[in-house]
């Protein structure tokens, strides 16, 4: 396969604050298609609803990071935490629209939704969850944390796992969008689950070839 082109290493640290960009380009459109009422059919609902589908889109992208340098040999490791980042801020945006704008922060109801109605019960528990990974996603944590860094993000899985469940539950019947989302979660969740062994595997396929090599060289 044919290699892609690599960015050269000086544009490494300014692609990354350009993805951070772009990725705020959806909030920041939506929020002034909103403002000047060109969002269509309920405004609030349509903004909520965008936020919180680029929420999931970041977490998917998270989670692909890994299996396109398993796979393609590509390593776009850089882009991972800004990626995370975006998607715990959508996430945050998406509750401040459902709380600010949707419940017009009336305590009482935005409590009970989330005590009892268990897609946002989920919800909230993924934006709790998100917390801890938003605050030590810098490099003073990783050095600090060590092993235990690695541990605590792999909360990310079980986040991403109940954003798809929250969407597919927020909806009175689960469509082909639900349905891609639970899907590419789980495809990238069962990638986990197997990739050291197949990983391993690879190696081990790969190790004959070297005698061979060695011999047509010498
Ligand atoms: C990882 C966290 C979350 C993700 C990925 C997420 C994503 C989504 C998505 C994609 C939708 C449906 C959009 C549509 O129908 O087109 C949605 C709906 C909704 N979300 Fe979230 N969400 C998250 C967390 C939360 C939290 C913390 C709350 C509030 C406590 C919340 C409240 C809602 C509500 C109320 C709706 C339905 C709005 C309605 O149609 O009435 N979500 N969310």
Avoid at 12 to 32: K, N, Q
Avoid at 122 to 137: E, F, N, R, Y
Avoid at 204 to 214: D, F, L, N, S
Wanted: charged share 15%.
């Amino acid at each position: 396969m044919a290699a892609l082109p690599a960015l050269p290493k000086r544009f490494h640290g300014p692609s990354v604050w350009v993805l951070y960009a772009l990725g705020f380009c959806p909030a920041i459109s939506a929020f002034y298609l909103g403002a000047t009422g060109q969002l269509p059919g309920n405004a609030v609902k349509e903004f909520e609803h965008f936020l919180g589908l680029w929420a999931l889109r970041f977490l998917v992208a998270t989670l692909t990071i890994t299996p396109i340098r398993d796979l393609f040999g590509i390593n776009w490791l850089r882009y991972r935490r800004a990626l995370g980042l975006l998607a715990f801020y959508y996430v945050l945006m998406h509750f401040l629209a459902y709380m600010v704008l949707d419940q017009t922060l009336r305590i009482q109801p935005i409590i009970a939704d989330i005590a009892r109605r268990p897609f946002i019960t989920i919800g909230m528990a993924a934006l709790v969850m998100l917390l801890p990974l938003a605050a030590t996603s810098n490099n003073w944590s990783i050095r600090r944390f060590g092993q235990r860094w690695n541990k605590l993000h792999r909360l990310v899985y079980v986040i991403a796992a109940a954003g798809a469940l929250h969407f597919a539950m927020a909806v009175k019947v689960v469509g082909p969008e639900q349905m891609l989302y639970l899907s590419l979660v789980a495809v990238l969740l069962a990638w986990r689950a197997v990739r050291t062994r197949l990983l391993r595997w690879r190696r081990r396929q790969a190790v004959p070839a070297r005698p061979a090599m060695e011999k047509a060289a010498g």
